[in-house]
């Protein structure tokens, strides 16, 4: 097989694509799950594609977890527990093959009316191993706390708006113009994924006042 075909089919089923997982509940790209174990304890947990970093699989939980506490009626949490770690595997990509070809050689020795034939065969058997993609694919599991600046060791906690804007680039989202106040409001109104957030909502606010 050609070099240029072999690439081919390698790039064709590594996915040239290449799509990191974005910030998003669990679907074909990976995302985010969670399971509420108390009114204010979360476990999130993250599948990453294998086009994704660790850092974005971290980012993701915690990002969520933060949405969370918002959504809840929170603004700060802690961490009870957090873990990463991958899922590696490997999948097929080319499969192996062998490759046979006999040649045959021989005399031929003639007297009178007859003769006979000398003949010899030799079979070459070529093998081509399967070619393997190995992939890799971040997990991140995140358990946390819920809890209010008035309550007691607050100051201990993660500010959820802080966060936000700490992992906010890793994965494209844009809120580095956001205020605390109206980077909560994106988050109530589910468009911390929407581009210029904060810019938008600004907008809407002008638009309300009048």
């Not at 089919?9 to 985010?32: D, I, K, N, R, V």
């Not at 086009?51 to 809840?72: H, Q, Y």
């Not at 003769?115 to 997990?139: D, E, L």
């Amino acid at each position: 097989m050609e070099v240029k075909s072999i690439l081919f089919l390698l790039g064709y089923g590594l996915g040239l694509s290449a799509c990191a997982t974005p910030y998003q509940a669990e679907g074909f790209l990976g995302g985010y799950s969670e399971i509420p174990l108390s009114a204010d304890v979360y476990k999130i947990h993250v599948n990453a594609n294998e086009d994704s970093s660790p850092a974005t699989s971290n980012a993701i939980a915690f990002i969520r977890a933060a949405e969370l506490s918002i959504k809840n009626g929170y603004d700060r949490f802690v961490v009870l527990d957090t873990s990463q770690y991958s899922r590696s595997y490997k999948q097929l990509v080319i499969p192996g093959k062998s490759t046979s070809h006999t040649n045959t050689t021989g005399t031929v020795n003639t007297y009178g009316y007859g003769g006979h034939v000398n003949a010899n065969s030799r079979t070459n058997t070529t093998y081509t191993p399967p070619v393997y993609a190995n992939y890799s694919k971040p997990r991140t599991d995140l358990t946390v706390k819920f809890i209010r600046t008035s309550d007691a060791d607050s100051e201990l906690a993660l500010v959820s708006t802080d966060i936000i804007k700490q992992f906010a680039p890793v994965l494209g989202l844009k809120v580095e113009g956001c205020n605390p106040a109206d980077l909560v409001q994106v988050v109530k109104q589910d468009k911390l994924k929407n581009a210029d957030n904060c810019a938008v909502q600004a907008i809407n606010q002008v638009v309300t006042d009048k």
